[in-house]
């Protein structure tokens, strides 16, 4: 069965520093593997997608994701974080039929 | 565009109330979804939609129903609400699925709903 799992329920990071998120994924086909962003109060805003090619992926503000098939992971990177990226960051793996399943999140808290 | 918008954004139930969470899209996307967020269980499905008239079931369907007689609108019906139900309720929708079967989902920004 598929399902996704990110291992940090929280992250604390100082503004400038390097961030990077976990996400493992359990899925016996090609995995489509997305990240979106939940900022408090609000909906989810998809920050990068995978469906193929180069294994390395941008997306907005700043983020990037690498697949590594071998791990079955996609974990989430951004070189200096800023105080805006405080939020809550999920994981999904999209299926035939556009079923998505998601991780249970990592809330990330950015001091100054 | 307004995109995916969700009405009401706030709703405080009785035990045993009924309501209609209402779902509206402007992108004339085909497929639409009705997820729940609870702390710590992520997003679950409960029921989702590939086109005008069809209805199927998500992860947690139980004690919900839907309907989507329009195509740009998706409804979330709780006939008898319980405690059990309060909850943030996310609306999504999306394309057409292309080859990869897969394709981004488009979230609305959420109904907070207590149940007393």
């Known amino acids: 069965a598929q399902s996704v799992t990110q291992p940090d329920i929280h992250i604390t990071v100082s503004e400038g520093a390097s961030l990077e998120l976990r996400c493992n994924y359990s899925?016996?086909?090609?995995?489509?593997l997305f990240w979106y962003v939940q900022s408090p109060g609000q909906g989810l805003q998809l920050l990068l997608k995978?469906?193929?090619?180069?294994?390395l992926v941008q997306g907005i503000k700043g983020f990037e994701a690498e697949f590594k098939r071998s791990q079955s992971s996609f974990n989430l990177r951004k070189p200096s974080v800023h105080w805006s990226d405080a939020a809550e960051y999920f994981c999904?793996?999209?299926?035939?039929?556009?079923?998505?399943?998601f991780g249970t999140g990592t809330s990330l808290t950015v001091i100054p | 565009n307004a995109g995916v918008t969700q009405t009401p954004k706030f709703r405080v139930l009785k035990t045993g109330q009924s309501m209609t969470l209402l779902c509206a899209q402007d992108?004339?996307?085909?497929?639409m979804y009705w997820y729940r967020q609870d702390p710590g269980m992520g997003l679950r499905l409960i029921h989702y939609?590939?086109?005008?008239?069809?209805?199927a079931k998500g992860e947690v369907p139980d004690g919900y129903n839907v309907s989507r007689l329009k195509k740009q609108n998706f409804l979330l019906g709780l006939e008898s609400a319980a405690p059990s139900q309060t909850s943030v309720y996310f609306c999504?929708?999306?394309?057409?699925?292309?080859?990869?079967?897969?394709?981004?989902?488009?979230f609305g920004p959420g109904t907070r709903l207590t149940v007393l």
């Open positions: 899925y016996g086909a090609t995995p489509y």
């Open positions: 992108m004339n996307h085909e497929y």
């Open positions: 939609s590939v086109g005008e008239g069809t209805t």
């Open positions: 995978y469906f193929s090619g180069d294994t």
């Open positions: 999904a793996v999209g299926v035939t039929g556009n079923q998505f399943y």
């Open positions: 999504a929708s999306s394309p057409r699925p292309g080859l990869a079967g897969v394709n981004e989902q488009f």
